[in-house]
C-alpha cells in the first residue's frame, strides 16, 4: 500500500465486500490521505479503487453495512465502487469537518469541525 502524502487514517471494513476486482466478498482496507485520495485496498495490499479529492483526506470511513464510503475534507458519500452519491455542503468556506461518525442503523451521521 502506497500513497504519495501522510497517510491520516486507516480502516478495516466491518462486513466482507463484494468487488468486481475479485470472486466473493472479501474484507478490505480504506485509507485517508493528505495526497489527496482515499483508496479502498485488499488485505495483500492490492489499490481496488482511488478516489480523488479537492483537499487532503483527514479522515474515511465505512458506513456500518459496509456499502457507503465517507471521506472528509468536506464530507462525501461513495458507494463502494467510489462513485460520488452525495456532498454535505459546509456551512461557510473556513469549516472544516475533522472527524464524523455513523449511527449504528446507518440513519444519521455526526459532524464535527475546527
Do not use: C
Request: hydrophobic share 35%; charged share 20%.
Amino acid at each position: 500500500m502506497k500513497h504519495k502524502g501522510a497517510v491520516n487514517s486507516a480502516m478495516f471494513s466491518p462486513t466482507p465486500i463484494e468487488h468486481d476486482s475479485f470472486q466473493g466478498a472479501h474484507y478490505v482496507i480504506l485509507t485517508a490521505s493528505a495526497d489527496k485520495t482515499a483508496r479502498v485496498w485488499s488485505l495483500e495490499g492490492r489499490e481496488i479503487k482511488k478516489i480523488e479529492h479537492e483537499k487532503g483526506v483527514k479522515k474515511a470511513d465505512f458506513s456500518n453495512n459496509g456499502n457507503i464510503i465517507t471521506a472528509s475534507g468536506g464530507v462525501y458519500f461513495y458507494d463502494i465502487n467510489g462513485w460520488l452519491n452525495n456532498k454535505i455542503p459546509q456551512i461557510n468556506n473556513d469549516d472544516f469537518v475533522s472527524d464524523f461518525m455513523f449511527h449504528h442503523l446507518n440513519k444519521f451521521i455526526t459532524l464535527t469541525s475546527k
